[in-house]
């Protein structure tokens, strides 16, 4: 195994938990209700947690002696991995839900199969977060059947984010030969293998929602390469900026 | 010293740090504290994180150390462990009732043995009534939901089951 690999893997897992991490902040102060802002920034604070210990193992697999801040902090857009659909924007409280669901659905089986990873630091890692994920996808899944079997409005708000982010979705399950690498090792997962699970969660999801599964069309990919949509470059300015206006500052 | 009674000094040590957010539980109930270990003159403490977003860890591990010092221990190190990976389960009988009696309800059930979509019964805190209703899977901290009884009327606190 290279070391090389596991690095990459584990910075786009770590890039992914972060970056919908802080866009889940972003809703801090903004959201609909108490409760919904109380749940928005414990999902944030449960993924944020994962990408530092996600960063903080990626660290010394790169010997390069950064730490899990210089990763998040003092990269540049096109040297994050994370999947596109994590960086798009909040939108209206559907658009954020959505993703969320999208993402979850993914999620919770994906940490279940790392957390027999034969990599004991991914699988202790994936151990804890399969049991937050599992939180996430209920809360978002449960906001999703009440958004689109809700009013007329609540229900196009929904579809239209559904229909929105769904190109994002292929991504998710793309792959390459360094991680298929991983998987014959039993270190990766190998996510095609997810995929019926995910659809089957998301469809029940859906019908229960009222809402209409999107076609697979033309998927949008680019992420997992560092190719990025315009919004990752606006998103780190705002979250990288201390760090940039004052290298190493420390609480 | 002999390494036993540095080792048990540093035990006792370890068991007076609480967690911030629970200050009726310490990191020995919360099952946080993993091992101590004496070699040579140095004592080596072990803990493991609990929710992965949980802002108290840096502050344990800070309190750990202020106590470790305070104890007369000038050589220690304190490393985190992941594996295995912190459960509920660990939480001592001890704690649950201290969770209770602090009007927090425990884990209810075991975290192996949970349903993604099934609802556990937690019983009220205060008055024992097992008529209670979920309000948010999200409360004041990362391991908290907040409930509400139907009997005494009192929302509380239920320490998720992770």
Redesign the interface.
């Known amino acids: 195994m290279s070391a090389g690999a596991l690095f990459r893997y584990t910075l786009a897992l770590a890039d992914d938990a972060l970056i919908l991490g802080h866009r889940l902040s972003e809703w801090i102060g903004h959201a609909p209700l108490l409760?919904e802002e109380?749940?928005l920034?414990?999902?944030?604070?449960?993924?944020?947690?994962?990408a530092?210990?996600l960063y903080a193992y990626a660290g010394t697999l790169d010997g390069k002696g950064r730490d899990e801040d210089g990763l998040a902090y003092r990269r540049d857009a096109d040297g994050f991995r994370n999947l596109l659909l994590v960086e798009q924007p909040n939108g209206d409280f559907a658009l954020t839900i959505a993703r969320q669901v999208l993402y979850s659905a993914l999620m919770?089986p994906f940490w279940r199969a790392l957390?027999g990873s034969r990599d004991?630091?991914l699988?202790?890692?994936a151990?804890?977060?399969e049991?937050?994920s599992?939180?996430h996808?209920?809360?978002a899944g449960e906001w999703l059947i009440r958004l689109g079997d809700g009013t007329e409005e609540s229900h196009r708000r929904a579809q239209d984010a559904v229909d929105e982010l769904w190109p994002y979705t292929g991504e998710m399950f793309a792959t390459d030969a360094a991680t298929e690498a991983l998987v014959a090792e039993g270190i990766a997962v190998d996510v095609a293998r997810l995929r019926p699970e995910w659809e089957k969660t998301v469809a029940d999801l859906l019908a229960r929602a009222t809402l209409t599964r999107p076609a697979d069309g033309w998927m949008q990919e680019g992420g997992r390469h560092g190719h990025h949509s315009e919004h990752l470059g606006h998103l780190l300015a705002e979250m990288q900026y201390l760090q940039r206006a004052y290298p190493g500052a420390v609480w | 010293m002999s390494e036993a009674a540095l080792r048990e000094r540093a035990l006792q040590a370890a068991a007076q740090v609480v967690d911030p957010e629970i200050p009726v539980l310490s990191i020995v109930d919360l099952g946080v504290l993993r091992e101590v270990r004496v070699e040579g003159e140095t004592v080596r403490v072990a803990i493991t994180?609990t929710?992965?977003?949980?802002?108290a860890m840096r502050m344990i591990e800070l309190s750990l150390e202020a106590a470790l010092r305070a104890s007369g221990i000038g050589k220690f190190s304190i490393e985190t462990v992941?594996?295995?990976?912190?459960t509920t389960d660990w939480l001592s009988e001890d704690g649950r009732r201290k969770l209770r009696d602090f009007g927090i309800a425990p884990p209810a059930g075991v975290?192996s043995r949970?349903a993604?979509?099934g609802t556990a019964a937690v019983a009220c805190p205060r008055c024992g009534s097992a008529d209670t209703e979920r309000?948010?899977?999200?409360?004041?901290t990362?391991c908290k939901a907040?409930y509400r009884c139907r009997q005494c009327r009192e929302p509380f606190d239920y320490f998720?089951c992770?």
């Open positions: 409760e109380l749940a920034g414990n999902i944030a604070l449960d993924l944020i947690g994962e530092r210990a919770h957390a004991e630091t699988a202790a890692i151990a804890k977060a049991k937050e599992a939180y996808l209920r809360h | 994180p929710y992965s977003g949980c802002p992941l594996s295995p990976a912190w975290a949970r993604l979509f309000l948010s899977e999200f409360g004041s990362a907040l998720k992770h």
